[in-house]
């Protein structure tokens, strides 16, 4: 028999699990709801554990065939009988003479497998119960953890930093990894700094590290800031951009396609004002070419977008109209 655990966001998907592994007879031994531990337990979601098992094929043997062969064993035994064979005459040797002749062709019956395979399904079982103790200590371990005292403003920090992850549509999978990592530092008693240091790091390792901008060849670089609403586009192309233009001294001019909110127009503008570059407002795929060609001369072009889900088609499709448009691919 084999046995084995998977888990799953839902009962059934953990099911699915087992099956695609172990075929459609596989039977379900246990399903149990695997709640999140530690002080993050509250903003992370359960996951379902389901114990299921294999029978193993055990060699086939046929009954006709055993009865068969049981009959002829009989009626040799029978026919001896008969001969009046003194029983000094019809020793051992003579008895096993006679039955090798009908019992050559009967299944093995693999006694030593059929051992193995006890031994085997015996050590899975210990396996499973050792590692249902190591859990039941580690849920003990976490529940110490909860108790210890904790900065209540990292506490509501991270509480803040989950919320804002989610809503901006990180993997759950990556959020967690970070929050166990913050947690860590929270219970050596770090600042709220210390902990947006670690956070930092950590989200810059599990999310990747930024591109540098390459300025070489034809002009003009043309650059296309996209993501979620919120995530700091428009303020990120001020950044990057004073960094050419006052650093560097190259000309830059700044386009928007962000025209569902007014503010982030009008931030943008301000930058642009304070930066001494050009600025123009796309509010079609059509006006692109000739919005790109008024500052066609620029060493770079920051092109600030609305916020949209990579999730929602319609966006990403204008999205790609628009970036066609300048001549860029996505």
């Known amino acids: 028999m084999t046995i084995n655990k998977y888990q799953g966001k839902t009962k059934e998907e953990a099911i699915e699990k087992a099956k695609q592994e172990l075929g459609e007879g596989a039977v379900v031994m246990n399903v149990k709801e695997i709640k999140p531990t530690g002080m993050f337990k509250a903003w992370k979601s359960s996951v379902f554990e389901v114990t299921a098992a294999r029978e193993e094929k055990e060699s086939f043997v046929d009954p006709r065939q055993v009865a068969d062969l049981t009959a002829k064993t009989v009626k040799t035994l ?7 064979i003194s029983p000094k005459e019809f020793s051992n040797d003579r008895t096993s003479d006679i039955l090798s002749g009908h019992l050559t062709n009967v299944p093995e019956l693999h006694a030593k497998d059929g051992l193995e395979k006890r031994l085997e399904n015996l050590s899975n ?10 859990s039941r200590q580690k849920e003990v371990k976490e529940e110490e953890k909860e108790r210890q005292v904790v900065n209540p403003e990292g506490l509501q920090f991270i509480k803040m930093l989950y919320r804002t992850l989610l809503e901006n549509e990180v993997n759950e999978k990556y959020v967690n990894q970070i929050l166990d990592e913050a947690e860590k530092v929270m219970h050596s008693g770090s600042s709220v700094d210390a902990i947006l240091s670690n956070v930092y790091q950590k989200m810059i390792l599990k999310l990747g590290q930024p591109d540098t901008i390459c300025v070489s060849g034809k002009k003009p670089r043309i650059i296309f800031f996209v993501g979620p609403t919120g995530v700091g586009k428009t303020t990120t192309i001020a950044k990057i951009a004073s ?5 560097m001294g190259m000309k830059i001019a700044f386009l928007t396609a962000d025209t569902y909110r007014i503010a982030a127009t009008e931030q943008l503008r301000v930058y642009a004002n304070i930066l001494d570059a050009p600025m123009s407002i796309i509010y079609s795929a059509e006006e692109m070419n000739a919005a790109i060609e008024r500052v066609s001369e620029y060493d770079l072009i920051f092109v600030d977008t ?3 889900s990579h999730k929602n088609d319609e966006q990403c499709n204008d999205m790609k109209k628009n970036a066609c448009r300048s001549g860029c691919s996505i």
């Open 78 to 84: 029978n026919l001896a009988a008969d001969e009046n």
């Open 125 to 134: 079982i210990l396996e499973k119960q050792l590692s249902v103790e190591e």
């Open 243 to 247: 960094k050419y233009k006052l650093e």
């Open 306 to 308: 609305a916020g949209f």
